[in-house]
């Protein structure tokens, strides 16, 4: 589909701060990219690390404002994130007059507020994308002010005005999406990723060692182990697996994502929906603990999905303990058909086209010509 003009658009995109953020965001870039080469992108985001390091490693051109979140804070910091706000608004309003965007799209994080506000007061059609089951209070402020809500699972547009909102599911990148359609010749050792998302999981870290350790090595056929652990654990869970004996890589955080999803036959890992929806384009079968503090609880609804789908199985944090763990871990290791039928299961969830779509969308929106979002819950 081309937009109305038939010319290639200056896309702005704005959000960030977690790769749960970011990735749909590049995945989105990247789909526009494909189907127009010339088409620019602009990043908008935060000043974190993730969101410039991983924006230079694909080739998009970034910048940054200053901003603050709202939510969960303390009396003083909320005082100083409103007084900001003016400030980020203007920031944003002068990346946008340089780029002149066609159109701007919001995946979420404190900074999509100034800047999608920024954008609808210049008259630029504005979209935001919404990962998760629960949205997070910036997007659900500026469902009243946007054009249009992408989202990401069913149930989620009960949160928006229902005629601005379509079903598009979550974008993933092209790595990973490649990886996916490769055929599918797993052999070798089997191998048990741990994920705790971006910025590593201490209590997932602490759970799984003390299963794979105390227990695995003991109990277990031959296994070896993928451990994305965040800066802050990598040491101590490289030395744990080691003095066990165990077979591990670990690392505070795996740039190149299809090359380790690639070896991983059982995931143990937070439910962002980022990841989850990564593991449903894979067929990835899963246990679940999802990030007890989460806003909204929106990471127990995530899991709850992928779970009634039957492609993953799920724990309450402070319900689970490494024994549990292990036997979990265990009997899904020994039973090849429950993980082939959970990895359907998983597939069944999957929308591998969500990044054509919301591309889709964009283009509407910068020639003009958005339809109306009748069919929310099938995305037409």
């Known amino acids: 589909m081309k937009n109305a003009t038939g010319r290639p658009i200056r896309l702005l995109i704005t959000g960030g701060g977690t790769g749960g953020h970011l990735f749909p965001a590049v995945a989105a870039a990247q789909a526009l990219r494909l189907r127009q080469p010339e088409s620019e992108v602009l990043f908008i985001g935060t000043r974190r690390k993730i969101d410039t ?21 303390s009396p003083l910091e909320l005082l100083k ?26 995946v979420g994080g404190y900074v999509t507020g100034p800047v999608m506000v920024a954008a609808k007061l210049m008259g630029v059609p504005t979209i ?41 599911g979550n974008p993933v990148r092209q790595n990973i999406l490649a990886l996916a359609r490769e055929e599918k010749d797993k052999s070798g050792v089997f191998t048990i990723m741990i994920l705790g998302g ?39 869970v490289e030395n744990r697996y080691r003095e066990a004996g165990v077979n591990a890589t670990v690392a505070p955080f795996f740039r190149d ?51 009634d789908g039957g492609g993953a199985v799920q724990f309450i944090e402070k319900d689970l303990h490494s024994e549990l763990l292990f036997r979990t871990i265990e009997d899904l290791m020994k039973s090849g058909d429950r ?3 959970m990895a359907e299961g998983m597939r069944g969830l999957a929308i591998p086209d969500a990044a054509e779509k919301i591309v889709d969308v964009c283009l ?9 979002a009748i069919d929310t819950m099938r995305g037409n």
Request: hydrophobic share 40%; net charge neutral.
């Open 257 to 307: 994502m299809a090359e380790v999803y690639s070896k991983a036959d059982l995931l143990v890992s937070r439910a962002g929906a980022t990841t989850l929806t990564e593991l449903a384009v894979l067929g990835k079968p899963a246990i679940l603990v999802p990030y007890p503090f989460a806003a909204d609880d929106h990471q127990t609804k995530n899991g709850a999905y992928y779970v």
């Open 364 to 372: 509407q929106a910068a020639g003009g010509t958005m339809e109306p």
């Open 339 to 341: 993980r082939a039928v």
């Open 128 to 168: 935001i994308h919404e990962q998760n089951s629960v949205p997070g209070l910036a997007n659900r402020k500026l469902g009243t002010l946007v054009n249009r809500i992408c989202v990401s699972l069913p149930g989620s547009e009960r949160f928006f005005p229902l005629e601005k909102t379509i079903l598009t």
């Open 198 to 236: 971006s910025q590593g999981a201490h209590a997932v870290n602490r759970l799984v060692t003390e299963a794979l350790c105390d227990y695995g090595k003991e109990n277990l056929p031959e296994f070896a182990v993928i451990h994305q652990t965040g800066q802050k654990d990598a040491e101590w």
């Open 81 to 106: 994130a409103i007084a900001a706000l003016p400030v980020s608004i203007f920031q944003a309003a002068v990346h946008i007059r340089r780029f002149r965007p066609d159109v701007a799209l919001g």
């Open 53 to 73: 390091t991983t924006l230079d490693g694909y080739g998009f051109a970034s910048c940054s404002i200053h901003s603050y979140g709202l939510k969960g804070k």
